[in-house]
């Protein structure tokens, strides 16, 4: 009984690993993350912003949503374009934590929180594909590095999860009748 629990179990992961796309292809050609600008009273440090962009564009191409990260201002071929995206956003509030009130009270009391809105859009006909919202909550005593990444990919997951929906979706042009 127990050999045939184990044989089932094993094939299940076999079958469940052979199932799965290995080698996905991106859904966009290249992506050019711009830096995010941040709203009026939010206190972050300038290396803050950098963090963030380093990480959005290690999190683009780890996430396999576009092939390439372009830097900011370059430029893409025509024939690229309707494949390319543009992200840009804000970020919109900052509260700094407690560390006294994350050791005494614990439960999330005292967190550092972080608020992004985010739009993406197609370079070619600047078409708004998704607008993404982003809070982020990290203990205080962790650094902003690991904010960035926490936010970075926080963003890409809900970006593929929301293009991923636009993509499935009937254009407009199609759902109506000729």
């Known amino acids: 009984m127990r050999i045939f629990t184990v044989a089932l179990i094993a094939a299940t992961f076999a079958i469940g690993a052979s199932a799965a ?27 803050f912003a950098d963090y963030f ?26 024939v690229d374009a309707p494949r390319s995206l543009v992200i840009s956003g804000t970020i919109t509030e900052f509260k700094k934590g407690s560390v006294v009130k994350s050791a005494l009270i614990g439960f999330g009391a ?7 809105d985010a739009d993406v859009v197609r370079r070619s006909d600047k078409q708004n594909l998704c607008l ?9 005593r962790w ?3 690991v904010m960035a990444k926490g936010a970075a990919r926080e963003m890409v997951k ?11 979706s009937p254009a407009p042009e199609a759902a109506k009748p000729s």
């Open 158 to 168: 809900e970006m593929k999860k929301a293009l991923a929906e636009s993509a499935k």
């Open 132 to 140: 993404i919202h982003v809070h982020v909550k990290i203990d205080p």
């Open 110 to 116: 005292g967190f550092k929180s972080l608020k992004m």
């Open 143 to 145: 650094n902003e590095k």
């Open 53 to 78: 962009y380093a990480e959005l564009r290690n999190e683009l191409t780890k996430a396999k949503l576009v092939k390439e990260v372009i830097g900011e201002g370059e430029t893409v071929e025509d």
């Open 21 to 47: 796309p290995k080698n996905e292809a991106p859904l966009y050609k290249t992506a050019e993350a711009k830096h995010f600008t941040t709203a009026e009273g939010v206190e972050l440090s300038p290396a």
